[in-house]
């Protein structure tokens, strides 16, 4: 089943993309429980082919228009159909827009040992500051309702800690729409859309990293590729190459993949996903949730 939760974010540090949820999560876990059992529910997580969507605009999925379009040019030299060429791989950018402005703060650092500021050193800070009128969400897809149901313990912890980085000066506010106190609401439209096992083209609506083993599995038709950089408080995560959110893939498995990564005796666990659904419920639907 396909579950939905709707969120409001003030601002954020990080890339509110999946494998940032599932690690927002996973830290949870290694807080509120002990080691044994934090690794234990992970894997109960896998196992039950739970999938985690990027935060999206709640009621609008991550494209603008798609369509198996051939580009065509009557130029008579290379170099103005290269131009043209040029002009309309612009023109068909998908939308990934979350409403977000990028702000940057002037900060200082503190001086560890002394507790004070450190003088005579500035830098500039960037965050992603949300529009508090908007509704954003994210889709979990899980056979097991008990790990939704410590996932939702886990993000009403996350309202209190918030999300990301930098939360002792605000960054990564986050309140959770319940209903009946529940965070996570079936969504069957959704469910309608999901593709488990096809061929077809589907919208990914996941940012998936490119492990070996996603690339094996999935046919990306139309993406865009970004790198994300980020660390842990004891260990510096190594940067990763994904596809955004919002891509056109093939695809004829929709499962969880999981890294470990090691280094000085720590280790962190980096996970990704595809989460397609149906292109041509989506046109049906307006592009609508």
């Known amino acids: 089943m396909i579950y939905r939760a709707d969120l409001k974010i003030k601002s954020s540090k990080v890339r509110l993309i999946s494998p940032v949820i599932f690690a927002n999560i996973a830290k949870i876990y290694f807080e509120i429980l002990d080691e044994k059992e934090a690794l234990l529910q992970i894997q109960k997580l896998l196992s039950s082919n739970t999938l985690i969507s990027d935060v999206l605009v709640s009621e609008r999925f991550p494209i603008n228009n798609i369509k198996a379009e051939k580009f065509e040019s009557s130029a008579p030299d290379i170099k103005t159909k290269r131009n043209h060429y040029r002009a309309w791989k ?90 009946d106190g529940k965070i996570f609401k079936e969504d069957y439209k959704i469910e309608e859309l999901f593709i488990r096992s096809s061929e077809n083209f589907a919208l990914n609506l996941a940012s998936t990293i490119l492990f070996e083993e996603v690339i094996k ?73």
């Open 90 to 179: 612009k023109n068909k950018k998908l939308d990934y827009f979350l409403s977000e402005t990028e702000i940057m703060r002037r900060r200082i650092q503190i001086d560890r040992n002394t507790g004070a500021a450190r003088e005579k050193y500035l830098f500039n800070d960037i965050e992603q500051w949300y529009d508090k009128n908007t509704t954003y969400c994210f889709y979990v897809h899980t056979s097991d309702k008990k790990v939704l149901e410590l996932m939702e313990l886990a993000l009403k912890v996350m309202e209190f800690t918030g999300i990301g980085v930098d939360t002792t000066i605000g960054a990564g506010q986050i309140e959770f729409l319940k209903q």
């Open 217 to 289: 599995d999935i046919n990306f038709v139309r993406y865009r590729v970004e790198r994300y950089d980020g660390r842990s408080l004891e260990i510096v995560k190594p940067p990763y190459f994904y596809v955004e959110r919002g891509s056109v893939i093939r695809a004829n498995v929709a499962r969880p993949y999981l890294r470990e990564y090691s280094k000085n005796g720590k280790s962190i666990y980096i996970y990704t996903c595809i989460f397609p659904v149906a292109l041509d419920g989506l046109e049906k639907e307006g592009k609508k949730c």
